[in-house]
């Protein structure tokens, strides 16, 4: 017990610091020469304390905290948030999730928001503790930084950052149950009787690939989506092919629907698309979309891409390695 006090009054009266806060953690158990003691969480709790002004740690036994910038659109903060996860796991930190992400709105998280740590304050991380990983490829190096960082930076577009954590992954991005009814109620709407019928999703990203980004991105072509529909039915039986996309007019207009049984999805929100491309059984998604990927991902089946979408091999003169992006087990057709 006394051990214990030295270590409070020692850490509480650290000269310079004009403004501390105290956090208790978890229990720890201290070594006293040859005896281990296991210290009561309510006699005795380890402490962490902050500097307000400087905003950094000076102790901390149990948490340290990473959280990320929240870059792009849902799906691009997917892949963030699951690197966030993995290179987490990979240094002994602690990872976290901004209340008001995006995210949230779609999945029951189990994980903390970034502003606590056990129920008490963590202060946001400055620049100088910024790490900003690769975007389109693995980078490995983030794997061994340490505890020096409070937050990652970039997109972290590989599913390498997190494969290690695959499960922790998938039972966090758990939909949250409006999002699966919404999904369950518009999938069985086109299911014949009691058949057992295969979904596969067809994820179209248009608009801006085929605007914004002409310059850079070989959009998706109806070459393309034939031989992967053709695929899918000549592997399985009462396929339903289901169309989600930013341009359904387009889908609708190009897309031979007599050759094929489709259901396009019109009126949900993102959550609910997003959630209606992980219900189906298999995926076929645009190539270079975050939100097909994802939405593959998570239904967890066969899915297909086409090579060569980046038009100059990189984006922006971000170099681009396709076996860090798309996960091995996808099949690569022509465009």
Request: proline share 2%; aromatic share 14%.
């Amino acid at each position: 017990m006394k051990r214990v006090m030295y270590v409070f009054y020692a850490l509480l009266f650290v000269e310079g610091l004009s403004i501390i806060y105290i956090r208790t953690l978890r229990p720890q158990i201290y070594r006293t020469g040859l005896i281990n003691q296991t210290i009561s969480n309510i006699l005795a709790k380890s402490i962490a304390i902050y500097d307000r002004n400087t905003f950094k740690y000076l102790e901390d036994n149990f948490n340290y905290p990473v959280t990320f910038d929240q870059n792009g659109r849902l799906c691009n903060q997917l892949f963030e948030f699951a690197s966030t996860i993995g290179i987490a796991q990979k240094n002994s930190l602690s990872p976290r999730l901004a209340r008001w992400s995006p995210i949230r709105e779609c999945f029951d998280i189990r994980i903390t928001d970034e502003n606590t740590a056990d129920g008490q304050k963590v202060y946001f991380a400055k620049e100088e503790e910024t790490f900003g990983p690769a975007y389109l490829k693995f980078e490995k190096k983030a794997f061994h930084i340490g505890r020096t960082f409070k937050k990652l930076k970039g997109n972290m577009q590989s599913w390498k950052y997190f494969s290690h954590v695959d499960e922790i992954v998938r039972k966090e991005l758990n939909f949250r149950q409006k999002h699966i009814i919404a999904a369950n109620k518009f999938l069985s709407s086109k299911k014949k009787g009691n058949s057992s019928s295969t979904y596969v999703s067809l994820q179209v990203r248009r608009t801006d690939f085929v605007k914004k980004y002409s310059s850079l991105i070989n959009g998706i072509t109806l070459k393309y989506i034939n031989s992967a529909m053709s695929a899918f039915l000549s592997t399985f039986t009462d396929v339903i092919f289901v169309v989600v996309s930013d341009d359904i007019a387009w889908c609708k207009n190009n897309i031979n629907s007599t050759k094929y049984d489709i259901i396009y999805s019109e009126g949900h929100s993102a959550c609910q698309d997003l959630s209606i491309l992980a219900h189906c059984n298999h995926s076929i998604i645009t190539a270079g979309s975050t939100f097909g990927w994802w939405g593959a991902y998570l239904a967890n089946g066969q899915a297909t891409y086409y090579e060569k979408w980046l038009k100059h091999g990189h984006w922006n003169s971000i170099p681009f390695v396709e076996k860090d992006v798309f996960l091995p087990r996808w099949t690569i057709l022509e465009r």
